[in-house]
């Protein structure tokens, strides 16, 4: 017999293993490369392509993240919602959860497995960017002139990536 709780159960559980990236961004999606600059239109799904991707990653390489969000709005109610759909609930640390109106709890994701992904947006200062060594940064959108290089500066020691 079909159990629709245990059906949607798994479906939550598995959104990532189920998403399909959209021809135009599967370059993007398989890309390894350690700088990826993506231009595209308004609409094509790149915040939801990239939230897919670090969410993998986080996953399947345990490391330190940023995913930068244009301002607190966006990063909450955009950025953050999308890693949530993609992060399996199983996999969040203790303590560790998102609100629709507050976004994750203290601005930052803990997985089991020991990743962290902080949350920022570019209307921070260039100082407040500064400091951890981070195996990857996700920039949603083109930052100030003086947060690309901050960023820029975070990756280099791990030899990490940056979006």
């Given at each position: 017999?079909?159990?629709?709780?245990?059906?949607?159960?798994?479906?939550i559980?598995?959104?990532?293993a189920?998403?399909?990236p959209?021809?135009a961004?599967?370059?993007?999606?398989?890309?390894?490369?350690?700088?990826?600059?993506?231009?595209?239109?308004n609409?094509?799904?790149?915040?939801?392509?990239a939230?897919?991707?670090?969410?993998?990653l986080?996953?399947?390489?345990?490391?330190?993240?940023r995913?930068?969000?244009v301002?607190y709005?966006?990063?909450?109610?955009?950025?953050?919602?999308?890693?949530?759909?993609?992060i399996p609930?199983?996999?969040?640390?203790?303590?560790?959860?998102?609100?629709?109106e507050?976004?994750?709890s203290?601005?930052?994701?803990?997985?089991?497995?020991?990743?962290?992904?902080q949350?920022q947006t570019?209307?921070?200062?260039?100082?407040?960017?500064?400091?951890?060594?981070?195996?990857g940064?996700w920039?949603?959108?083109a930052?100030?002139?003086?947060?690309l290089?901050?960023?820029?500066?975070?990756?280099?020691?791990?030899?990490g990536?940056?979006?």
């Amino acid at each position: 017999m079909f159990d629709l709780a245990r059906a949607r159960a798994t479906l939550i559980e598995n959104r990532l293993a189920l998403f399909k990236p959209s021809p135009a961004l599967t370059e993007f999606m398989a890309s390894t490369h350690p700088r990826l600059f993506l231009r595209a239109a308004n609409r094509t799904g790149k915040t939801k392509h990239a939230a897919a991707k670090l969410a993998g990653l986080m996953l399947d390489h345990p490391g330190a993240y940023r995913a930068v969000g244009v301002n607190y709005i966006q990063t909450t109610r955009v950025v953050g919602k999308y890693l949530q759909e993609f992060i399996p609930p199983s996999e969040l640390s203790t303590g560790c959860y998102y609100s629709p109106e507050h976004g994750w709890s203290h601005q930052l994701i803990r997985l089991r497995n020991g990743s962290c992904c902080q949350l920022q947006t570019s209307e921070q200062l260039a100082i407040a960017h500064a400091g951890d060594d981070l195996d990857g940064v996700w920039l949603d959108e083109a930052p100030p002139s003086e947060i690309l290089p901050e960023s820029t500066a975070r990756v280099m020691s791990r030899h990490g990536w940056l979006w």
